[in-house]
């Protein structure tokens, strides 16, 4: 029983060891992660200053932004007033709002490029956090392990109390057996001592009768030796089973201080762990507030951009402005010589309208005269057809009556008993000449009938054409009307372009001329013509917009009319042709009077 326990006692001590191991490797842990989190508050600490210089050189980049504006606004109204007499200062002021431009634009370049590296450095701040988290998580994981083995020790240390308990108890039983086994033994050692000297002295007496005085001295010398032999050795007995009782309770004393060492070991480890997760939720704050921060500062960086870019088109416009108040002038004579041209082409064009529309009058008229005479020649052709089916109806009689004489002479001469002979020459020739005329009256009659539905077909197709022909010089007429009606508008509002344009002129020399000029922005001479323009009437406004597409239309209808034309009067005069041609070969083919006999 007592090796056994020591054996308990040992595997304590060492499961003691592993976990004051363990703790170590926790506060290890644990002071790792407190010098990330310094290292992160540090971190913060700079992000945070860098941010503020941040926010710092932006308020001085928009402060060069403004002034720069300030300079191109005074800029423009010194260009307003002295615009003629003081081009080359104005050049030499606007050279240096560029160059005050472009520096602002460097200085606004390197707030972004310290804003990129500030990012940077707060992804890496970030990912230290990440890590320094991650890490605080795995101590937080650990020293939840280690809580949950301390408390299994705990139960262990109070089985091992348990057992240490019933090890007192059973220690007492033992100090009582080994009381009652030393009384035992005392008296048995005692009875046994007595027992033996009482043998030994019975044998001393017995030997005394035979052996001398000093042999028994000798014997009882022994024999006290052996008596005081056996008390030592139970006195050492005595010691031995004292000092392993001492080893026990000291253990007992060594385990009960671990047990409370462990104990407030654990309190400690719950302590630091409040305190871990408190620095953690410090830490999420933080870092939300960092967000926030470099959110802001991403509006802020766009607000300059957006400013800037505001400011870039503000130059532009100026510069664009310039440009553009001294191309005016110009423009407006380019648009005045337009105008005129335009007008010149509106009247060639007209002219040309009239000179087509006098030409389709006359092929009108040829057309005219083409289908009367190919009605007079559709007239004979019907004419000569009824000549031709009236010889057909002669020939018919005049064969019937020459079959009804040779049946009548037939029957004479059979009644008479004579006969008349035809040789076969002439019975062929005359069968040939009635198949030949046959032949010839179909021919005749199908041709005419041919003739006269080509002819009809013919005249529809030329009173539609014809009708087409007078609808397309209808719309060039009015095509005409309308381009003259346009080039007077045109002509009216050159005169009312020009009219206003002299009088702008005059007003802007006596304003120049004048001692007295308010500083003022340059007046832009388009708007100012189309203001006046659209004071001198709607109609002169919308000309130039709308003759463009007018004059396109128009020639577009003059060119589809003419192209129409072409095709279409070769082609009646084709039509024409051929029936020409078909009535004159069927005059040809038909011989009138002819004798079928």
Request: aromatic residues 2%; charged residues 30%.
């Amino acid at each position: 029983k007592r090796v056994e326990k020591e054996t308990q006692l040992l595997l304590a001590q060492r499961e003691l060891k592993k976990y004051k191991e363990r703790l170590r490797s926790a506060e290890s842990t644990k002071d790792q992660a407190l010098v990330e989190l310094e290292k992160a508050r540090g971190i913060a600490n700079t992000l945070t200053y860098k941010l503020s210089g941040l926010n710092e050189s932006k308020e001085s980049s928009l402060l060069a932004t403004q002034t720069a504006n300030d300079q191109a606004k005074e800029l423009e109204g010194a260009n307003s007033n002295n615009q003629i007499s003081n081009d080359t200062s104005w050049q030499t002021e606007l050279a240096d709002a560029r160059g005050r431009y472009s520096s602002v634009v460097a200085e606004l370049d390197e707030a972004k490029q310290e804003l990129r590296r500030m990012r940077q450095e707060f992804c890496a701040s970030t990912d230290m956090k990440a890590s320094a988290a991650a890490r605080a998580t795995e101590a937080v994981h650990a020293i939840e392990a280690n809580t949950g083995r301390a408390h299994e020790l705990r139960k262990e240390i109070a089985a091992v109390n348990d057992s240490l308990t019933h090890v007192k108890h059973a220690y007492v039983q033992t100090m009582q057996e080994h009381a009652g086994i030393m009384k035992s033994l005392e008296d048995s050692s005692s009875t046994t001592a007595a027992q033996q000297t009482q043998v030994v002295l019975e044998a001393l007496q017995m030997e005394a009768h035979a052996e001398d005085t000093g042999d028994l001295e000798a014997k009882l010398a022994a024999t006290v030796a052996e008596v005081r032999s056996i008390e030592q050795q139970l006195n050492s007995v005595k010691a031995s089973q004292l000092s392993s009782l001492a080893s026990v309770t000291t253990d007992l004393t060594e385990a009960k201080g671990t047990l409370h060492k462990l104990a407030e070991e654990e309190q400690t480890q719950r302590n630091l762990l409040e305190s871990l997760k408190m620095e953690l939720a410090k830490v999420k704050r933080e870092h939300q507030e960092l967000k926030k921060k470099e959110a802001e500062a991403e509006i802020i960086s766009g607000e300059l951009q957006s400013k800037l870019q505001n400011a870039k088109d503000e130059l532009a416009v100026a510069l664009a402005a310039e440009a553009k108040v001294r191309g005016a002038s110009d423009e407006l004579i380019s648009t005045l010589n337009q105008l005129t041209a335009e007008c010149e082409d509106a009247k060639v064009e007209a002219d040309k309208m009239k000179q087509e529309a006098e030409m389709l009058k006359r092929e009108a008229e040829t057309t005219k005269i083409v289908l009367e005479d190919s009605e007079k020649r559709l007239s004979v052709a019907l004419v000569e057809a009824e000549e031709a089916k009236a010889a057909e109806a002669s020939a018919l009689s005049q064969i019937k009556s020459l079959s009804e004489k040779t049946d009548a002479a037939r029957a004479s001469t059979s009644e008479h008993g004579a006969k008349i002979t035809i040789s076969m020459e002439e019975f062929d020739s005359l069968n040939k000449k009635v198949n030949d005329a046959d032949t010839l009256a179909g021919m005749k009659v199908s041709a005419a009938a041919a003739l006269v539905e080509a002819v009809k077909a013919s005249e529809t197709e030329a009173m539609k054409k014809l009708e087409s022909i007078r609808k397309e010089i209808e719309g060039i007429q009015v095509a005409t009307a309308e381009a003259i009606k346009k080039a007077e508008m045109a002509d009216a509002a050159k005169s009312a372009v020009e009219g206003e344009l002299k009088r702008w002129r005059e007003r802007e020399q006596k304003k120049w001329g004048s001692a007295e000029i308010s500083p003022r922005v340059p007046v832009d001479q388009k708007e100012y013509v189309a203001n006046r323009l659209s004071d001198v009437g709607p109609a002169t406004v919308e000309m130039k917009a709308c003759w463009a597409d007018k004059s396109a239309n128009n020639s577009r209808k003059i060119v589809r009319s003419s192209t129409m034309k072409k095709k279409m009067f070769p082609s009646l005069s084709g039509i024409f042709n051929r029936k020409k041609n078909q009535v004159e070969a069927g005059m040809a083919s038909y011989l009138p009077g002819e004798n079928v006999s």
